[in-house]
């Protein structure tokens, strides 16, 4: 037994009041000469005994009344673990390691397993000798190696009050040797450590070495373990999670449709049939599906739902809740196109469809889920036109403009538009440089022709595309097959280049793209004000080249499109994992100041080279907003971190197995349940108290 | 005149006073009361009843009431009673205005005026730890002032010794009598009640008067007290709250078998209580008698 405020039992004294008040304070009676003496005397008779009975009772009631108060105020719990009973008690450096990985937040009758290892941890405190000193460590991710052991008790209760459980995945092993090596120091020649954990077997590694220390003279020694199991009592942890969720353009529902197709996996043994799940944008359930998925298996569901206006929106998809809440739920960031307005200006018309400079980019740009919307124009109308209706302009195989149309593309293009320069048999080089010198990436220098397409080996001698940048974005899904279907196409003419200067992209220095076998620019761009421009030295139908029939075309045009209005490489696909870090790269060079976790949290900033910050790590699940340096929000890099799906797998380490690791003379398991092993019995005190109150009140009203 | 309570008899002295304004206030309260005064004068009437004389018929008292009485002969209104007074030590607790033995004192006084008055007999027997003291029933003016006298100078004594009591007068009653017995009946054995009710079979009219201290009936003690017997050595230590229910049982018990047996015995019983109107007590007696005489 212990007592919380063991002085309070001095109180206890006051038991002997009803004793002393029994010898000291004895009335002399007062003489009285009675006629009815006969009857006095029966009556003593007959009532002598129940009266000594009741006298005594009153007499143990008062007294308990006044042992139990003073009792039940030092706060007495019993411990009656034949377990912790067994273990070899003696002095040792204590380290007390807390798993407050995401398992831990598995809720199990009314609270969570963080909660029950806390209040494992302060029975361990408290279980704790006098004379051992002791530390806390709290196993997060990236948890650092704690203290040495001290004897500031309240210091570690307040350590293990203030901890909280994290969504992150947690390497015990390394806590558990950090821990270790805490007590290297220590002059205390016993070592243990108490590990309080749900015991998953992602947490706990077996294949790893158990944890070991150096002893004062150099060699290993293998300290007391002692573990606390804070699911305890629980074969298995049925948990079901999101553990997947891929975002697909759904161009079948039409423009800015998208389909999010998740997967979820039930860890448990039994089966789960007709489980709700839904997609919720912006804090609404937009869709809803229902899910059957087999024991110990997954399953995947496909969920639509087509935006009307484009943007940048969080959501997340949520199945029906269970024990494990954090996992039940996975946030996304999604871009949808904005709506483009282009105006292709065809330098080359022809009534022949196929013949037509445009036909080919008319087709990618209006395909369906294209979110481009184009009108065609010969050039004469087309510089008549007013360029500010548009977000995006595309010179096809135009002639060279004049001054006047020249100056109010370069207006267009440095206010914010995109401009697209395909060139060909109507391009004149000298022309070109000459009238759109501010805009053209690169001089045009020359047409060179690989081989006459009526050539019969035309196919064999033709160029090819021989490195492409796939880390820009407008390339970035260019890996794979879909890189072969971009590679095979051939290019018979095709337009040399002034060399590039060099310089910063950001500064308007021409970056070059892609480039054929041998060397020469494909495609190049640079930024012109606030907009940007966009060179493709071959033609954009057949006249040069047969990529105009190659499946890359389509994507190809609608990427050159999307990059040209801004909308493609400002959303860059960030992808974060709770307990790591982000980097983020600011397109527009706009300073990430704060990022803004799900529960309003700051995580840290470190600035990188060129427009690159480094975020987190990331301490939850959600969509985090990111800030400049104003408080502005910077949607275009907000980003949603998900969990680590082995976190959500709960298999709990056999109890065999955890002897073979830890050895069985090392091992001393505390036992199923904490809140079974002590029992704080005040209130039951109190509970006595007030009854033997009431009863001693019956007494005496007799 | 109001009732007389003891409060009021206290300042008389002498047992002759007292008596005597014990008797005023009967005779007041029967000149009152109608029903009550024509038990008292119809002593020398009788109701008719068919069989009665009719020569014995009272006109006078036919015109007046418009009932027919017989006039009754000296002779058979006459009665013998012995006033029987328990002087034991008992009889001397006191806890208001009046002892158990003064009420003894008055009322056996008084009934003794009574009868005197009415030209019959009164005798009287003390009993106390000492003996018996006898003085023979006489319907003479003086005897009652002897009778009185001798009450005056009764002193509590001894124990209750009712036994001997009941010996003692079955011995000295030779012709029928009223037996009037003014007693606190404290006698621990069990028969001696009963060997006073033999009195009755001996075809003796008996009359009890068990005279009991309200501080007897009620228990009123609080503090831890020493009770000390007032017959013998007996003396006892106790808390009077923790035993004051089950002394209330038991001597509610008592009074209840000394009522039980008394009314199987057909003998008139009379509680009184020392703080009580004893022309009261005497009123109530007079009329149970001239109920049962019907």
Known sequence: MTFAHPWMLLGALAALIPLLIHLFDRRRPRPHPFGAISFVLRSQRRTASRLRLRRLLLYLLRTAILIALPVALARPELRRNAQIASVVRGPAATSIIIDASLSMRYRDGGTTLFERGREQARDALRDLLPDEPANVLICAPGALAPASPSFDRGQLRSMIDSAKPTFGSVDINRCLDMAARSLEENPMPGKRLVLISDLTANALHLNLPPPTLEGPNGERLVPEVVIRDAAAGKQSLPNRAVVDLRIDPALQLGPRAFQFTFTVRNFSPEPVHDLEASLKLMGQVVAKGFLDIPANGAAQKSLSYRFTSGGVFPGEVVISGDNLAADDQRAFIVNVPKELRALIVNGQPNTVRYRDEAFFVEAALSAPGSPVREITKDAEAAFHDSFDQYELILLLNVSAPGPEVSQRLVDFVRRGGGLLISLGDHVEPDLYNKQLAELLPLPLRMIKTAVDPEEPDADKKAAKIGKISVDHPIFSLFTGQAREGLMSARFYRYMLLEPAPGGNPGNGAPVVLATFEDGAPAVAIARRGQGRVLLYTSTVDRDWADFAIRTSFLPLMQRFSAFLSGSLEEREDIKARVGESVSLSSPGHEVVASVRSPSGATLPVRALDEGRFLVGPTEEPGVHQVQDADGRPLPDLAFAAVLDPSESDLARIKPDDLSAYFGEGSVKDSGPDSKQRRLPFWSWLIVAAAVAFFFEGVLLRE | ?294
Request: hydrophobic letters at 45%; glycine letters at 6%.
């Open chain 2, 1 to 294: 005149m109001e009732l007389l309570n003891a409060q009021t008899l206290s300042k008389l002295a002498g047992v002759k006073l007292r008596a005597r304004a014990v008797v005023d206030g009967v005779l007041s309260g029967l000149h009152k009361s109608p029903h009550q005064g024509q038990s008292v004068e119809f002593a020398e009437h009788k109701e008719y009843a068919p069989g009665d004389e009719i020569r014995h018929l009272d006109w006078k008292a036919f015109g007046k009431f418009d009932k027919y009485y017989i006039k009754r002969f000296e002779h058979e209104t006459n009665l013998h009673a012995v006033l029987v007074l328990d002087g034991s030590a008992s009889m001397g607790y006191q806890s208001g205005a009046l002892s158990k033995l003064e009420v003894a004192k008055i009322l056996s006084g008084a009934l003794a005026y009574l009868l005197v008055r009415q030209q019959d007999a009164a005798g009287l027997a003390v009993v106390t730890g000492e003996g018996f003291k006898d003085l023979p029933a006489r319907a003479a003016a003086g005897h009652l002032r002897l009778v009185l006298d001798e009450l005056e100078g009764v002193v509590p004594l001894g124990t209750t010794d009712l036994f001997g009591a009941a010996d003692h007068l079955a011995e000295k009653i030779s012709r029928r009598s009223l037996v009037a017995v003014f007693s606190d009946l404290f006698d621990d054995r069990q028969e001696a009640l009963k060997r006073i009710l033999h009195l009755r079979a001996r075809k003796n009219d008996l009359a009890i008067f068990q005279i009991v201290d309200p501080a007897e009936l009620t228990f009123p003690f609080d503090d831890p007290t020493l009770f000390l017997s007032m017959e013998d050595e007996r003396r006892i230590e106790v808390n009077p709250r923790e035993i004051k229910q089950s002394y209330l049982e038991e001597f509610g018990a008592f009074l209840k078998g000394v009522r039980t047996t008394c009314a199987e015995a057909d003998v008139d019983y009379e509680l009184v209580r020392t703080d009580e109107s004893l022309d009261a007590v005497l009123l109530r007696f007079l009329a149970r008698r001239q109920e049962r005489r019907r």
